[in-house]
């Protein structure tokens, strides 16, 4: 009996220790690595241009983390490991910043590194985590970061004396977008190919039908009049906000920094 519940024991040691997540062996996919998949493409892509923009300006460098869940493990002690495994910050510096979200466990974490704790001392760190949960409990993730992470930059450059004027769009509450629904885009596109059609038709039909002496190519009008629509959306379709470009500031890997702990901890 005695022998049996030995053996249990040891199986059950064996299959905790083995079920351990290895955090170091987490690898940054950016500034954003977003290990739960929460994030939008849009709001990744816009976290990733304002942490750039960030390291180009201040030399500091922002990570901004997501992970499914802290099996059990204190989120300080997820922070700090994924901190130092990466090396967050320039090498003697230590400007490094990470932001941990535990998605199902609904804890946070901001992470500072030595040589930001001056400039962003533990009351600011909760400050910035408090500012993020009303988003959070609405599980606007992207909107959430996109608060801190405006917030830290603006600190940041603000004690280095830097002018850095990178904003970060916020999400457009309903009801305030006065952009077309696509719908109606769709249905008049439609309407516009029957209109000239119908322009067309009684234009062939009082000048002699198609290929008469009086033609005048309501064929070659309609295309035209088609042809300058499609032209002006493919245009329009031009604009926006275009992420960040890979060749000019984009993410080249974290220097070197390192943590002594200092930050915040918080749930929402």
């Known amino acids: ?4 519940m030995r053996v249990c024991f040891l199986l059950g040691l064996c299959a905790s220790t083995g079920s351990a997540v290895d955090w170091k062996a987490y690898q ?15 709001s990744k ?26 099996e059990n493990e204190p989120v300080e002690d997820v922070a700090n490991t994924l901190f130092r495994a990466w090396g967050i ?21 901001l992470e500072i590194g030595y040589g930001l704790e001056p400039i962003l001392p533990d009351g600011f760190s909760g400050s910035v985590l408090r500012q993020m949960r009303p988003a959070l409990r609405q599980s606007a993730y992207g909107e959430a970061f996109m608060a801190a992470a405006e917030t830290l930059g603006a600190a940041i ?26 719908v109606f885009l769709i249905g008049g596109f439609f309407l ?35 042809g300058n629509m499609l032209a002006g959306g493919s ?23 390192d943590s002594g702990g200092g930050g915040a901890s918080s749930d929402w």
């Open 157 to 182: 450059a603000k004690a280095r004396n830097v002018s850095f004027t990178e904003t970060l769009p916020r999400t457009i509450p309903a009801g305030s977008d006065n952009s077309i629904p696509p």
């Open 235 to 257: 245009g329009s379709a031009s604009g926006g906000f275009g992420g960040s470009d890979s060749s000019d500031g984009g993410f080249g890997g974290f220097g070197g920094g």
């Open 45 to 70: 892509s816009r976290l990733e241009a304002y942490c750039a923009a960030l390291q180009q300006a201040t030399g500091a460098q922002i990570a901004l983390v997501t992970v499914p869940s802290l």
């Open 28 to 42: 940054p996919q950016g500034y954003v690595s977003d290990f739960a998949r929460v994030l939008d493409p849009s």
């Open 89 to 109: 910050g320039q090498k003697g510096k230590n400007d490094g910043v990470l932001l941990l979200l535990a998605i199902r466990d609904r804890r946070n974490r």
């Open 192 to 226: 516009l190919i029957f209109l000239v059609r119908l322009v067309a038709y009684f234009l062939r039909a009082h000048r002699g039908g198609p290929g008469g002496p009086h033609d005048d190519g309501g064929g070659f009008l309609s295309a035209m009049l088609l």
């Open 1 to 4: 009996m005695k022998m049996g």
